[in-house]
Structure formats: C-alpha cells, structure tokens
C-alpha cells in the first residue's frame, strides 16, 4: 500500500479540498443574482404583456394575470435579496419598493375605474397613467437585470 508523508501529503490534501469546494457550485449569492435575474427576466416579460395589452372589457382580467405573475416574481426577488452582495441589495430593494409603489397606482387606477358603469370608457380615461406606471416598471428592473449582468 502506497503512503503519502510530509508536505507532499499535506499539499495533495489542500489540492483536494481546494478542487471539492469549486465542485461544491455556486456561492449563495450567485445563487441569489441567479434567482433576482430569472424573477425580473419573468418581470419584463409580463410588463410587455400589459404595455401592449388593448383597453378592453377583458383588460381587467388580462391585467390581473400580469399582476400576479409580477407579485410572484416580486416574492422571489425578496427570498433572494438577503443573499445578494450588499451593493445589489440595495439596488434590488430600491427597485422593489418603486414597483410595489407603481403597482398601488395601477391597481387604484383599475379599482376606480372598475366601479364605472363602462368600464372599457373609464380605462381608456386612465390608459395613459397606466402606460406610464407600467412604463416604469419596466425601467426599474432594467436597472437591477443590467446591475447584476442578467443574460437575456
């Protein structure tokens, strides 16, 4: 049986122990970066959706299924946040509460006009508000995808 003694031993070990950690994978905040990428990749598809959404009698329907596709993305963004570097939490947190912001005027927007007895005349009357809050939305988490280097 073959034995390693001395620093030859010693340096063979480190090597293993050194290779194990790098095939362990990703650190926990590349894992996050990961997360927060996928979560606003999810994100900039649904605002497209309600940027290009017509103001119809069915908006309110199609809207909602963006909004909560958005909320849950949004939910992934803050699971992950505590494990981002601490310069990308904070850019990751701005962000969110600028949607979440966004988010209560779009939904106030389409709560108000809901309760018209048109709806479809009452969302063409707030149509440019929420194109706007949907606009900036988008741009917010821009941001944080070219921040964190997101591929597309």
């Known amino acids: 049986m073959f034995q390693f003694r001395g620093k ?8 293993i122990s050194v290779f194990g950690l790098a095939a362990c994978g990703e650190s926990s905040q590349e894992k996050a970066a990961k997360q927060v990428c ?9 605002v497209k959706k309600l940027e290009n959404l017509p103001i119809s009698t069915s908006f309110a329907t199609e809207a909602k299924k963006s909004i909560e596709a ?27 509460k600028s949607f979440q912001l966004e988010l209560a005027t779009i939904t106030k927007s389409i709560v108000t006009t809901s309760k018209s007895s048109n709806l479809e005349t009452a969302l063409k009357g707030v149509e440019g508000q929420l194109k706007t809050s949907v606009k900036k939305l ?12 997101c591929s597309s």
Not at 8 to 15: E, F
């Open 38 to 46: 996928s979560a606003t990749k999810e994100i900039e598809t649904q």
């Open 138 to 149: 988008g741009t917010d988490y821009k941001k944080v995808r070219e921040e964190l280097k």
């Open 70 to 96: 958005i909320n849950k993305s949004v939910e992934q963004i803050k699971s992950a946040e505590p494990k981002l570097a601490t310069a990308r939490t904070e850019e990751v947190n701005a962000a969110t």
């Open 8 to 15: 030859p031993a010693v340096l063979i070990a480190l090597s």
